[in-house]
């Protein structure tokens, strides 16, 4: 469980973590989604006591990171930036972490065998590839088999395969019954992996809620259509009851699934149709949407909903 | 109003209880893995593990010994062919080990700037801060392992120069060191070079950046004897002889009762002066690294 209560992270001027107040619980992987900058690399680091909060606190099972008198077997964490110095073999690399927590020799192999890194075992980590690096990482993550484990995008520098292999594990970690808090910027990541999402924006919290309703709030489908007889058919659909939006281009865009009654209507009044098709708005889509308004929300100080409200906005839906 | 309610997944979690019931209050998974209290001891054993596993390790030390045994012995053999019965009178034959010490300490500065600066460089910091969240202890382990090995390697090194050179420069009158002599020339001169790599190591924790750190350590070693060097006007003598009786090298030369000047540092002082400039570097040092992110 890893509990965060009004954590806030000011570099200058610069606000990077804003009051942030939400907690991730065992069992589920949590996605923490937010474009780049949002505050994520930063909020993981003040959860492992690298960086002091400005403000706030957060504690790991209750206790602050170092209270922890065994941090390796409470929780793992993959961070942004290579931890690793290069000029160590990877079992040397895993070696002196064990050693730092006490931790049986044994695990060393078992965990470079985890992440498939037995045949690199011994060489040095500066030859490796973006990828590598990556499993390494995971690997010390992996070392002291914690109940927690925190993964800042993972998935950056993986081919396919390993991609997949993350999934996986994230997944397998989570059904063991622990907490797994993973970082992307990627919604359609998010969307294959997490059962929880925290969605944060300019370092504010915009959404807390489980993957499955962020869905349901957020597969809004419509219908497309373009027509060479446009006003017509915005008099008939007009006549109908139809709320219409204009999109791109000649395209118009009808709420709902209403794809049956436009076909319909059209050909009762005649009107030739280009294109009638329903559409399912991406999950990206709504991600780009919620955190462009607190880029907005941001510009234009004032009276208006606050970050919090957004959240609900969300969860309420 | 019937019994359906929205669906409001989070809104329980959203008020965290620091103070959890007894008994198990964060569920979750245990592992077979047995938990360890870790203390200094463990710190120790990683960062042993890390010193080792590098190859600037090796290189450092590599060279320190080739610079301290080399020109010890090459000084030794050089001076003997050049001396009679008489030369050397009631000299110290110890104190041609200085020169090879002087040149290997930038060996040593250089491998206690990297013990800390490298970690930096890599961002191993975070994955060391993040396995040993007390930050006094990561400082104290590295400090205790560096320190240990630069002291045991100067110790061996210039012990072994000093033995060879003694029986070289037996036929040149020079005295027969007393154990004094023995053991200012080389547990005094091992505790002040390790201490003065010690010095580095805190040095590359505050400026956290090598090529800068170790920088300032050779200018800290070489720059007073050279600033006194061209202080040549009468008014600023007396803080040319200050420069110079406390430059590191001066300080060195005491552990072989030749100080380059009459007054200035004598007996045992370098090693109090170095042994509170890293005291006093290392309170400063650990209350930076306590009150800053890594
Ligand atoms: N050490 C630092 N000094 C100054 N600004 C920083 C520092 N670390 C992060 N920031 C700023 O804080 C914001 C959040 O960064 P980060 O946490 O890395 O975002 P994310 O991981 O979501 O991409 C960014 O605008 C970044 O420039
Ligand atoms: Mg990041």
Redesign the pocket.
Known sequence: MIELEGLTKR?GD?V?VDNLTFSVGPGLVTGFL?P????????MRMILGLDHPTAGDVRIDGRHYDRLKDPLTCIGALL?AKGVHGGRSAYNHLLCLAQSNGIPRSRVAQVLETVGLTAVARKKAKGFSLGMGQRLGIAGALLGDPRILMFDEPVNGLDPEGIHWIRTLMKSLAAQGRTVFVSS?LMSEMALTADHLVVIGQGRLLADTSMADFIQANSRSYVRIRCPQRERLLDVLHQAGITVVEAGGEALEVAGGKAEQIGELAARYGLVLHELSPRQASLEEAFMQLTAEAVEYHAQPGPGPGPQDWGAGWKGA | MSTHQPPMPQAPAAAPHWQAAPGGPYPGYTSPIPIVRTHLGHALASEWTKIKSVRSTMWTLGVFTVLVVGIGLMAGALVESHSDSESLSGENPLSFGFFGLLLGSICIITLGVLTTASEYGTGMIRTTMTACPSRARVLAAKSIVFFTVAFVVTLLTSGFVAMVQVSMLENTGARTPSGSDWFKATVGISLYIALLGLLSLLIGSVIRHSAGAITIMIGVLLAPLVLALFMATESLSNVRDWLFEYSIPNQLSVFYANSLSESGPSGWDPLWIILGLTAAVYAGAYALLHSR?V
């Open positions: 570099y610069k990077a937010g780049n900058g949002a505050g994520k690399s930063t909020t942004d910027h | 992110d």
